[in-house]
C-alpha cells in the first residue's frame, strides 16, 4: 500500500513563498508521474501541477503559472511544489497524488490518480 505524505504548509503572508513536500513512505515513487492538487473551504478540488514519471515534463493551469514549480527526486522518494508570490486565493489544502499507471507523462484529471496524502494546510494572509 503506497503512502503519501505531505508537510510543509502553513501560515504566510501574501507576496510570500513555501514548499511543500510529498514523501512516499511505502511503495513505488520513481516509475509514476506524481500531481498536486488544491480545494479552498466550499470549493472544489482543483489541480495545481503535475511532473511525468522522468521529471523532464510539467504542466500547471493558468492561476499558478510563473508562480508555482513542481519537481521531483526520486531517489528521495520526494515531489516538491516551490510557491512563490502567494496570494490570498491560494489559501487552501493541498493534496499530493500518484498515477494509476506506470511510465505516463503528465496527468491532468484527478480520476488519473489513485493513490492520496491526507493533504498539507496552506493560509495566505493578506
Known amino acids: 500500500q503506497v503512502q503519501l505524505v505531505e508537510s510543509g504548509g502553513g501560515l504566510v503572508q501574501a507576496g510570500g513563498s513555501l514548499r511543500l513536500s510529498c514523501a512516499a513512505s511505502?511503495?513505488?515513487?520513481?516509475?509514476?508521474?506524481m500531481g498536486w492538487f488544491r480545494q479552498a473551504p466550499g470549493k472544489e478540488r482543483e489541480f495545481v501541477a503535475a511532473?511525468?514519471?522522468?521529471?523532464?515534463?510539467?504542466y500547471y493551469p493558468d492561476s499558478v503559472k510563473g508562480r508555482f514549480t513542481i519537481s521531483r527526486d526520486s531517489a528521495k522518494g520526494t515531489v516538491y511544489l516551490q510557491m512563490n508570490s502567494l496570494t490570498p486565493e491560494d489559501t487552501a489544502v493541498y493534496y499530493c497524488?500518484?498515477?494509476?499507471?506506470?511510465?505516463?507523462?503528465?496527468?491532468?484529471?484527478?480520476?488519473?490518480?489513485?493513490?492520496w496524502g491526507q493533504g498539507t494546510s496552506v493560509t495566505v494572509s493578506s
Open positions: 497524488a500518484r498515477d494509476r499507471v506506470q511510465f505516463r507523462g503528465i496527468r491532468l484529471g484527478q480520476n488519473e490518480y489513485n493513490y
Open positions: 511505502r511503495g513505488t515513487f520513481s516509475n509514476y508521474a
Open positions: 511532473i511525468s514519471w522522468s521529471g523532464s515534463n510539467t
